[in-house]
């Protein structure tokens, strides 16, 4: 990949609404799901959708397909998987990261204990004071 492409590719990703809609696609699969369906779900008007949509195309991250009177949009898993690779493949000179990637995937993560004595040895129902 180079690096112009994974620049557009970040780029289209660097707002929350188009991440939003891109990892709704991530999760639906190849199926995709119509444009109806993704306004509803993230609460976007229908042109604040259609320009979002338009600038994951245009970066090549998602694919819209015709289904009858409907527009499914799914994502596009080569893209994204470039992306990734892109992104890691001097990670690290190649050594710790595939592990790293297997151990997280395949465990929930825990986050680690730390703070002060006061925040751990609160129980759950007291939380944390307001700032």
Excluded: W
């Excluded at 999760?27 to 119509?34: D, F, H, I, R, T």
């Excluded at 609460?43 to 245009?58: E, I, M, N, Q, V």
């Excluded at 000179?93 to 993560?109: D, H, T, Y």
């Amino acid at each position: 990949m180079e690096s112009t492409v994974a620049v557009k590719s970040l780029s289209a990703l660097a707002h929350d609404s188009r991440l939003a809609l891109f990892r709704l696609l991530v999760e639906a699969g190849p199926e995709g799901v119509s444009a109806g369906v993704l306004a509803v779900q993230l609460g976007l008007t229908p042109s604040g959708l259609s320009f979002h949509l338009k600038d994951l195309a245009h970066a090549d991250l998602i694919a819209p397909r015709s289904d009858g009177r409907y527009v499914i949009y799914s994502a596009n898993f080569a893209a994204m998987n470039a992306l990734v690779a892109y992104l890691t493949e001097n990670c690290c000179q190649g050594g710790c990261c595939a592990p790293l990637a297997k151990k997280v995937s395949a465990r929930k993560l825990v986050p680690k204990r730390g703070g002060s004595a006061a925040a751990r040895s609160r129980t759950p129902s007291q939380g944390r004071k307001p700032r």
